[in-house]
């Protein structure tokens, strides 16, 4: 705006101002004797408050007033620069150099080239809080999925260091047990440091591809520790053997698969099953609990609610698990059983091994 200006009508200085936060801020100015100090851009602001490019010459100066303190410091022309009756900006010209008096189409101009101007800084301003506002959601969602497993995991090592003392009598078992206070430990410090370590736009804490055979063994490992006497059976297409998948997965199939257990009677299995759909995995987890109603069924995704009769957990667990599925461009929905229970499925797509 400022170039223009100075090209097209050669005024001797010409100044910019933008409106940030809580003043009018100095951003452009051209000739030696630019007044550049807040004190002209508030006269500025009074004098245009009506949003009218004005020409002090055309105008009566009270002494004291805007017009006069404005004259005094070598001002002609006050524009504003406005977007939908809001002042963003404003520009102030001083006398050409030839002593031309501006005619109206001078002011035309000037007035055209303010508003394009306008447009155009209240369009970048609203990218960058675009942009800001996505980098603080992107933030929350990694800070909320970081807080759930360290939640999560700090409450299965609390509840295995607890069961350990009646462990004692039982070498083998006490055993068992501190090896998954150990991986579990471990993993918890692993996620601690990918979140310090970068500022992901994901919450999937933990990347690269990994055999879903391997990946099921671990999560249900780990998961039956924590839930001893658990029923755990798994089923799956010969052709899935060889199929890899994204890390990521195991924190939806371990959120789950202990949703599974909590939900079903000691007795009562819980069966997970693999299957493939041309390029997409396919796992299903099935219990024999009590089901979820068709209200709650439309709930459960929701971040902070919860299901559990006892009051536990934060209710973001399912919502942590539809973020990671969409993050791995897959999909997760539960379905209620006609027979009782409830089946989760989750669906990702998968690489075969040697194919990048």
């Known amino acids: 705006l400022g170039d223009a200006l100075v090209r097209a009508l050669t005024p001797r200085s010409v100044c910019v101002f933008v409106w940030s936060e809580t003043r009018w801020r100095p951003v452009y100015a051209s000739g030696p004797e630019a007044p550049l100090d807040r004190a002209v851009a508030e006269s500025a602001a009074a004098l245009a408050s009506a949003g009218r490019t004005l020409c002090l010459a055309s105008l009566l100066r009270p002494k004291g007033g805007p017009a006069s303190h404005l004259a005094a410091r070598g001002v002609a022309v006050v524009s504003p620069l406005r977007v939908r009756e809001q002042s963003i900006g404003l520009a102030v010209m001083a006398e050409t150099r030839s002593g031309r008096a501006y005619t109206r189409r001078d002011l035309e101009f000037v007035e055209r080239a303010g508003s394009h ?7 970048a301003r609203l990218a960058d809080e675009l942009v800001a506002a996505e980098r603080r959601a992107s933030t929350g969602r990694i800070s909320v999925a970081l807080a759930h497993d360290v939640s999560k995991e700090l409450d299965w090592i609390r509840r295995l260091a607890r069961r350990l003392p009646r462990r004692l009598s039982d070498r083998e078992r006490a055993l068992r047990d501190i090896d998954t206070i150990r991986e579990l430990s471990d993993e918890l410090a692993a996620s601690v440091r990918e979140f310090v370590r970068s500022a992901a736009d994901s919450v999937i804490l933990e990347s690269g591809f990994t055999s879903v055979v391997g990946l099921l063994d671990r999560v249900i490992r780990n998961v039956s520790r924590i839930h001893p006497g658990a029923r755990i059976s798994q089923s799956a297409e010969s052709r899935v053997r060889e199929v890899l998948v994204d890390r990521g997965l195991g924190q939806i199939l371990a959120n789950l698969l202990d949703h599974a257990l909590r939900a079903s009677p000691p007795s009562a299995p819980v069966h997970i099953f693999t299957t493939r759909r041309a390029r997409r995995l396919r796992i299903s987890i099935t219990d024999r ?17 919860s299901t559990r009769p006892d009051g536990g957990g934060c209710g973001i667990g399912l919502a942590i698990c539809r973020e990671i599925a969409s993050g791995l461009h897959g999909s997760i929905e539960l379905q209620q059983l006609g027979s009782g229970g409830t089946c989760a499925v989750v669906e990702v797509p998968f690489r075969s091994p040697g194919v990048s």
Request: aromatic share 8%.
């Open 117 to 123: 101007a306008a447009i155009a800084l209240a369009n």
């Open 289 to 305: 609990g009590p089901g979820i109603s068709r209200e709650d069924l439309g709930r459960v995704f929701e971040p902070g609610f």
